[in-house]
C-alpha cells in the first residue's frame, strides 16, 4: 500500500514539473512575442518621430545662425530684442524635442511596467509550484530505505525507484534556480523602470523651466520693443538699469548659518570656482547654504554643554539635549576640529538636534565632524589651505560642492540633484526601493524649489553683465 502512495507521488510530482516548465516556456515565448510586436508597432512611430525631430534639430540649427549674426552687430535695443527672439524660438523648439522625448518614454515605461506584471506573476506561480512540491517531498522523504526495499519485490525495482525520487530532487533544484532567475530579471526591470521614469520626471521639468524661461523672455522681448519704439530711453540708460539691478543682486545678503552673512556675489563666486572642479550647479550648491540657514533659524543652534556625554543646549531657548553630539563617532572629532582652529569647544555653535538623532553639524553648509573628516583634505587641496575652517563661507561651500559631487549631483538633472540633495540630509536616496518616500525627500523637494529660484531670479538677472 505504502509502495502505491510511493509511486503515485513520484507520477505526481514528475507529471506536475513538467507541466510547470511547459507554463515557464509558454510565458517566455509570450514575452517574447508581446516584446517583439511592441518593438515592430514602435518601428513605424519611431521612424516618424524621428523625421520630425530631424526637422526641429534643423530649426534649431537655424536659429543659432540667427543668435550668431545678431550678436555680432552693433548694440542696440532692436539686436537686443532679436536675440531674445531668436532665443526664445530656439526654446520653444527644444520644448518640441522634450515632448517628443517623453512620448517615447511614455511607451517603454508602459512596456517595462507589462513586463514586471508579467515576471511577478511569473514568480507567484513559481512559489506555489514550490510548496506543492515541497509538500510532495516531504512526503516521499518520509520513507526510509528498509521500507522502500521490502515494498519492492525485486533489486532493480529498488533502484529504478530511487532514480525516480533523485530526479524530483534535481527537478525541485531547478524549479529554485528558475525563480531565483526570474527574480533576478525582475529586479533588473525594475531598476530600468526607475531610470525611465526619472528620466520622465527630468524631461518634464525641463520642459517646464524653458516654458518659464520663455515667459520671462517674452516679457523682456516685448519690454524692449515698446522702448524702442517710444524712444522713452536710450540704449546706454537700459543697460544702466540692467547694471544697477545686478549689483543690487550681487550686494544683498546672503545669509549663513552660524557665521555672518555675506553678500550674494562672494557666494556665487564661491560656488562658480567650486562648480568648475565638482561640475555641481552653482545654484544647487547655493540652494543647500539657503536651505541649511531655514532650519537654523527654525531649530535652533546649540554649545556643547558636557564635553564627555555630548550634551548641548539651545542658545535660544536653553533647551537642553542630551543627545546633542553622537558622543563616540562625532564628539572626539569636533573637539579635535574646533581645538585646531583655535575656536573654544563649549562656545561654538553646532546644530541642535532634529527630531531624531543627533546634532553637532557645523557651519554654513552643516557638516557632521565624522563627514567633514571625509571631504576636508579635497577642500584643502582645492583652496590650498593646510587647515579648512567648515565655519568659513568659502570652505563651507567647496566642501558642500564636494559632497553633492559624491552624492551624484554631477547629472545636471532634476532627479540628479534632488537625490543629491536627499543623501546630504539623510545619507539616503529620496525613495525607497520599494517606491516610498524617505525622510529626506522633503528636504530635496525644498532644496531644488531654491535652486530653481536662485538660478531664474538672480544668476540669470547677471547672465551677461
Known amino acids: 500500500m505504502r509502495k502505491n502512495k510511493f509511486l503515485a507521488s513520484i507520477v505526481f510530482i514528475t507529471a506536475f514539473i513538467c507541466i510547470f516548465k511547459i507554463a515557464i516556456t509558454s510565458d517566455f515565448v509570450f514575452a517574447q512575442n508581446a516584446t517583439s ?16 525631430l530631424d526637422q526641429v534639430e534643423k530649426e534649431i540649427a537655424q536659429w543659432q545662425e540667427v543668435l550668431k549674426v545678431k550678436k555680432g552687430e552693433t548694440a542696440s535695443l532692436a539686436r537686443d530684442a532679436a536675440i531674445l527672439n531668436a532665443q526664445i524660438q530656439q526654446a520653444k523648439l527644444v520644448i518640441k524635442v522634450h515632448n517628443l522625448s517623453i512620448t517615447n518614454l511614455g511607451k517603454d515605461i508602459n ?4 513586463t514586471i506584471e508579467t515576471l511577478e506573476e511569473k514568480i507567484d506561480r513559481g512559489k506555489i509550484s514550490l510548496s506543492q512540491l515541497i509538500r510532495k517531498t516531504n512526503e516521499l522523504d518520509s ?16 533502484f529504478a525507484d530511487l532514480d525516480s525520487f533523485d530526479s524530483v530532487k534535481r527537478s525541485l533544484e531547478d524549479l529554485f534556480a528558475n525563480i531565483r532567475k ?7 526591470a525594475k531598476e530600468a523602470l526607475t531610470e525611465k521614469k526619472n528620466q520622465e520626471i527630468d524631461t518634464r521639468v525641463a520642459v517646464e523651466t524653458t516654458k518659464k524661461k520663455v515667459e520671462v523672455d517674452e516679457a523682456e522681448k516685448r519690454r524692449l520693443i515698446n522702448i524702442s519704439k517710444t524712444q522713452e530711453k536710450t540704449y546706454a540708460q537700459v543697460v544702466l538699469e540692467k547694471q544697477q539691478k545686478a549689483a543690487q543682486i550681487r550686494s544683498a545678503l546672503f545669509p ?3 557665521s555672518a552673512a555675506i553678500p550674494f556675489g562672494e557666494a556665487l563666486t564661491y560656488a562658480v570656482a567650486a562648480s568648475k572642479q565638482t561640475g555641481v550647479r552653482p545654484a544647487l550648491t547655493l540652494a543647500i547654504l539657503q536651505q541649511e540657514s531655514n532650519l537654523g533659524a527654525n531649530v535652533g543652534s546649540c554649545v556643547i554643554t558636557n564635553l564627555t556625554s555630548g550634551e548641548t543646549k539651545s542658545v535660544n531657548s536653553g533647551k537642553v539635549f542630551p543627545n546633542g553630539v553622537h558622543p563616540t563617532r562625532d564628539l572626539p572629532l569636533l573637539q579635535s576640529i574646533v581645538r585646531g582652529l583655535g575656536r573654544d569647544p563649549v562656545s561654538t555653535k553646532v546644530s541642535c538636534p532634529y527630531l531624531v538623532g543627533y546634532g553637532g553639524a557645523m557651519g554654513p553648509t552643516q557638516f557632521i565632524p565624522s563627514t567633514w ?7 584643502s587641496l582645492a583652496l590650498g589651505k593646510g587647515v579648512p575652517d567648515p565655519w568659513d563661507p568659502e570652505d563651507s561651500i567647496w566642501a ?29 536616496t529620496c525613495y525607497t526601493s520599494g517606491g516610498q518616500p524617505n525622510v529626506g525627500l522633503t528636504y530635496g523637494t525644498q532644496v531644488m524649489a531654491k535652486a530653481q529660484t536662485i538660478q531664474t531670479t538672480m544668476i540669470d538677472q547677471l547672465s551677461g553683465l
Request: with cysteine; charged share 20%; net charge positive.
Open 37 to 52: 510586436a511592441s518593438q515592430q508597432s514602435c518601428v513605424g512611430r519611431e521612424a516618424q518621430c524621428r523625421a520630425e
Open 111 to 114: 512596456q517595462k511596467q507589462k
Open 143 to 158: 520513507y526510509t530505505i528498509p521500507e522502500m526495499m521490502l515494498s519492492n519485490q525485486n533489486l532493480s525495482g529498488f
Open 182 to 188: 526570474t527574480q533576478g530579471e525582475t529586479n533588473v
Open 256 to 258: 549663513l548659518r552660524d
Open 373 to 379: 573628516e571625509i571631504i576636508k583634505g579635497k577642500v
Open 400 to 428: 558642500a560642492a564636494f559632497l553633492l559631487s559624491g552624492n551624484g549631483a554631477t547629472g545636471g538633472t532634476f532627479t540628479s540633484e534632488r537625490t543629491s540633495a536627499c543623501k546630504y540630509y539623510s545619507g539616503k
